[in-house]
């Protein structure tokens, strides 16, 4: 074995996107004296879910009391805020509108209300005429403003993580992927491209492929992450001046993803999705990814067929929206009857990390698995852009507690 490279690192934080930044950013402030390294397997960090999504700062309103996902998201979208602006970072509060477009999406979009109060979001149920004063162009029965709501370049954020960290005399290791984590009698022993590199802890921030990092030194997660693609449309010509800012469907409970819904990003673009479909790799932006060790990955785990079983007549609807513009478009309209299918254009993909357990549910919230000397989030889908310096205190806090 080829000796290791450097002395022992107290903590090795793996994956550089803006989880694992945020983690290494908490864990400096909350411990000044230790040291601190990030191996980010990619040339950059942001490199995949973080630099491949809506870029919305959540308000927290979807999500059910008391978990995790509503308390950090609460809190983490006011932090994110304030992060940007103390670092100079594109971002806005622009508040969005969900609106319900039948009759039969009132009862849905009242317990929207009610979930939202509960999580302290204030919202403003408007009338078809006051929802209009938001979205001139939008077509509803009724309404919610959340004012909340803001937009962020999370991969700027990520960036300007990596070099506070740096700054502070932590590492962000780029294009070194992180192998075996061997446990030795003072932590771990972690293969890496350049050497062994020695570890006191060990925090896995992994996304896509958290599970595998988690199974590489010891711990036997109980769900697995399935990749889910979520497709976008560029919206253009005509149609892009129909959408002022961000316009939700009421989230459809039979389904765990929010809808395909309009966003007008920092930049001015306008973009319709995303959907989800369950892709052919982990990084599968588009149908011709495909990797056979994902796939085999995603097909042995018992819980995909129940999954499937579950959620087969969403899922197809999903199907259909992914390979039909046409169809894209028809849902779009559903919230802005104007847009016109020929202004609606493909758009870069992203790819959602969910775990999936055993028995085929969709793990809800943030889950977090504890190891011997080790620490894995092993799920943060959305709003985890939003909390992550949220998220990022609450690991920094579970490792102090273990050092």
Known sequence: MVAPTDP???VVVVGGGILGLATAHALIRRLPDISVVVLEKEPTVAAHQTGRNSGVVHAGLYYPPGSLKADLAVRGGDRMIEFCAEHGIAHDRCGKLVVATSEDQRPRLTALVERARANGVVVTELTPGAAAEHEPHVSCVAALHVPSTGRADFAAVARALAGVVTVAGGEVRTGVRAGRATPTAGGWLIDTPDGPLRSRFLVGCAGLHAD?????????????????RGEYLDVV??????VRGLVYPVPDPRFPFLGVHLTRGLDGRVHAGPN?????AREGYRWSDVSVRDLASTLVWGGTSRLVVRYWRPGLTELVRSVSRRRFAADARRLIPGLRTGDLRRAPSGVRAQAVDRRGELVDDFHLVAGERSLHVLNAPSPAATASLEIGALVADRVAAAL
């Not at 989800?276 to 052919?280: E, G, N, P």
């Open 8 to 10: 022992r690192t107290d």
């Open 212 to 228: 595998r990092v988690a199974r590489r030194s010891g711990t036997r997660p109980d769900a697995r992450i399935l990749p889910f």
């Open 237 to 242: 010509g005509p149609s892009a001046d129909l």
């Open 276 to 280: 989800a479909v369950l892709a052919l």
